[in-house]
């Protein structure tokens, strides 16, 4: 073979590698991206499911305590965070009592105790969603009303020190409740259904619901700081590169309490 051979058997050689290699490199990247994607698709679902069993055991009392006071305290509480807001603390999303779930332990007694009712509490802060339950001890001759205890156990779910202390690993050590991160990156939306009327932005009441709608638009490290670069931008473009990043679930949820039916 000629030196003029072997060059362009050379050449072509090279040219063919850098295809093959931007291929591989493409399928490497696309099935990464699917993976993560599987990976958020699970984690929303299971998500979506705890904090449906949760509904699904959701109470209410709105009747007024027997110590003299008229007020009647909230035991449902909702609200929708704009993704773009700076949270410096803990917010409150959704809140309720329920019956109470074998999960959660008495931190006071034998551990094998069941109780009768866990405060629940769905919070979000530095961009991570959490599940606070705190354990409810309950009195049969006790005079404060459902409401009152629900709305004092309310500071203790919007500590800072419990959520930070939740975002290190193996560092839940909160003796008196349970306090779990739920997703590190989450934008959750709830819609509230009552029978004559629909609450999207808050809601603080003593009744439950008839359905709750819940998306969840979960991301990975990279869509994330993608969305956070591109949140203010208006442009078409902007609006559409930010609805294909992340993975979002949309899950309507009815409650068997406010008489409906436990299918969609």
Do not use: C
């Amino acid at each position: 073979m000629t030196m003029i051979e072997l060059v362009a058997a050379l050449a072509l050689f090279v040219v063919i590698l850098g295809i093959l290699t931007a291929v591989m490199d493409t399928a490497t990247n696309l099935w990464s991206g699917s993976r993560s994607q599987g990976r958020e698709q699970v984690a929303a679902e299971n998500i979506a499911d705890l904090i449906a069993d949760d509904l699904y055991q959701a109470v209410t009392d709105p009747i007024p305590p027997t110590n003299g006071i008229s007020a009647i305290y909230n035991t449902f509480v909702f609200q929708n965070i704009p993704s773009n807001t700076v949270q410096s603390a803990p917010v409150i999303l959704l809140a309720f009592p329920r019956a109470a779930s074998p999960r959660t332990l008495d931190p006071d007694h034998d551990p094998t105790t069941r109780l009768a009712l866990d405060a629940v509490f769905y919070t979000t802060y530095a961009n991570a969603l959490f599940r606070v339950a705190i354990p409810v001890h309950t009195r049969a001759n006790r005079s404060d009303s459902l409401g009152e205890w629900f709305e004092s156990y309310a500071p203790a779910a919007a500590n800072v020190s419990y959520h930070d202390e939740a975002l290190i690993p193996a560092g839940n050590n909160t003796p008196d409740l349970s306090i779990t991160v739920l997703a590190e990156r989450a934008i959750p939306t709830f819609i509230a259904y009552f029978p004559t009327q629909s609450y999207g932005d808050q809601l603080h009441t003593n009744t439950l619901p008839n359905m709750l709608d819940l998306s969840l638009h979960l991301f990975n490290a990279e869509d994330w700081n993608t969305y956070q670069s591109i949140i203010s931008d208006t442009a078409a473009a902007a609006n559409l590169k930010r609805a294909h990043l992340g993975t979002l679930i949309s899950r309507r949820i009815t409650l068997p309490q406010a008489g409906g039916s436990r299918l969609p």
